[in-house]
């Protein structure tokens, strides 16, 4: 089992940006995807980006490509979430999941999350 911790939350003015980190200590012996997602009240955890072990698998979500930017740091069990442009839509709890499946459904273990506030 692996354990996450989100950080780097917090509030921004729209057109502004904010780095997520996420790191992971545990069974990180293993070869894990790891992805964010994010969720707002009513809604379902939606799919935001993923990178796996080596880097040769990134996705993002249509609403985030070309704004985000998702790496990782093996050596420091970490997973990063550079967000640019950000958008009042983007508002939302950003949640890491590490996941021995590559895809973009979640799966595996999810850390607590961290609240991005886009101000207009």
């Known amino acids: 089992q692996v354990q996450l911790v989100e950080s780097g939350g917090g509030l921004v003015q729209a057109g502004g940006s904010l780095r997520l980190s996420c790191v992971a200590s545990?069974?990180?012996?293993?070869?894990?995807?790891m992805k964010w997602f994010r969720q707002v009240p009513g809604k379902e955890r939606e799919f935001v980006a993923g990178?796996?072990?080596?880097?040769?698998?990134?996705y993002y979500a249509d609403s985030v490509k070309g704004r985000f930017t998702i790496s990782r740091d093996n050596a420091k069990n970490t997973v990063y979430l550079q967000m640019n442009s950000l958008k009042p839509e983007d508002t939302a709890v950003y949640y890491c999941?590490?996941?021995?499946?590559?895809?973009?459904?979640?799966?595996?273990?999810w850390g607590q999350g961290t609240q991005v506030t886009v101000s207009s």
């Open positions: 999941n590490a996941d021995s499946i590559t895809t973009t459904r979640p799966g595996g273990s």
């Open positions: 545990g069974r990180t012996d293993r070869s894990y995807a």
């Open positions: 990178i796996n072990r080596g880097g040769s698998w990134i």
